[in-house]
């Protein structure tokens, strides 16, 4: 029955619901990682905006960042220039997010190839026990040298270009990594599931892909977050100290390098780039940080 008549006034019976809970919605699923994981939104979204600003820079009301107008030099911050010109009359605000260019290109690429050669060392090392030593003792020997004065020996063998800078850098950068992997290995290859496939005489290339690769990448993507902000440094101290990119080439650390000589009178040639440089490195850093609490179970379980 449909209705049922009760004394005092008819009434229509409800329809039955069906005892299905709703689905989270989606919305709920981002606002908790949100909350969850601020530094990885925050850092992420910073790191983005920084990418979209290096990419999209010749449509963000820019000029030529290497045009000369020395009749409109050293002006201060204005409608007309809104970071100011350099003691060339370049325009300091197209230098500054043509210089993100340079910046976020040595980082990210530094990162991927520091990843991929001290990976693949450390795979090595770590599982087989007889290159074990003699390779640890050559990447002891690289991390025993200040990684700058490495860099900066290594630019001075050749001419001055983001290729060299990038490759000077990463061999810097990549021992780290190793280290890294190779710690990792040891504490893996003693685990039963390896021991298992070693005894049912699984080739080694197939247990390091199969076994022990997928376990090195939580790690292995927090350590490179740090590579990329170190490397972004390295390369604006490289700049700066005249060892780095081409002063032709606007990049945060040539920037700074070419406004240090009116620092007192014009701060602001090195000011703006100097804060691109601290922001974009403390969000690389904050990623990084969120991702190891993300991909860390101990503190997982404590959030």
């Known amino acids: 029955m449909s209705a049922s008549t009760i004394p005092g006034g008819d009434y229509t019976a409800a329809p039955e619901l069906p005892n299905v809970l709703p689905e989270p919605k989606k919305r709920g699923k981002v606002m908790g ?17 920084m990418v979209l600003i290096a990419i999209f820079a010749p449509f963000l009301f820019t000029k030529d960042p290497t045009a000369l107008a020395p009749a409109r030099r050293t002006r201060a ?4 220039y809104w970071f100011g010109t350099d003691m060339l009359g370049r325009d300091v605000y197209s230098r500054v997010l043509y210089g993100a260019r340079v910046s976020l290109t040595v980082g990210f690429s530094v990162a991927f190839f520091a990843a991929i050669i001290g990976t693949a060392i450390g795979l090595v090392a770590g599982f087989m026990r007889r290159v074990d030593t003699v390779v640890m ?99 604006a101290t490289l700049s700066f100290l005249g060892a780095g990119t081409p ?57």
């Open 247 to 303: 002063p032709i080439i606007p990049s945060w650390g040539n920037i700074m390098a070419e406004g240090r000589a009116l620092w007192q009178v014009k701060p602001y040639i090195v000011f703006f780039p100097a804060i691109f440089l601290s922001i974009t490195v403390l969000a690389v850093n904050m990623l990084g940080d969120g991702l190891r609490d993300a991909l860390d179970p101990r503190l997982a379980k404590r959030l």
């Open 33 to 49: 990682f949100v909350y969850g994981h601020p530094t990885i939104v925050i850092g992420g979204t910073v790191v983005a905006l």
């Open 77 to 80: 911050p204005s409608e007309l």
């Open 137 to 235: 003792r050559v990447m002891d020997g690289l991390m025993s040298i200040p990684g700058i004065l490495l860099a900066i020996a290594l630019m001075a063998l050749t001419r001055a270009s983001m290729k060299n800078v990038i490759i000077a850098i990463t061999i810097t950068e990549f021992p780290r990594v190793c280290r890294l992997v190779r710690g990792v290995v040891l504490s893996l290859r003693e685990q039963p599931y390896v021991e298992a496939a070693i005894a049912s005489g699984t080739r080694t290339p197939v247990i390091i892909w199969k076994h022990i690769l997928p376990n090195t990448l939580a790690p292995l993507m927090v350590q490179a977050t740090f590579i990329c902000a170190s490397a972004m440094i390295a390369e």
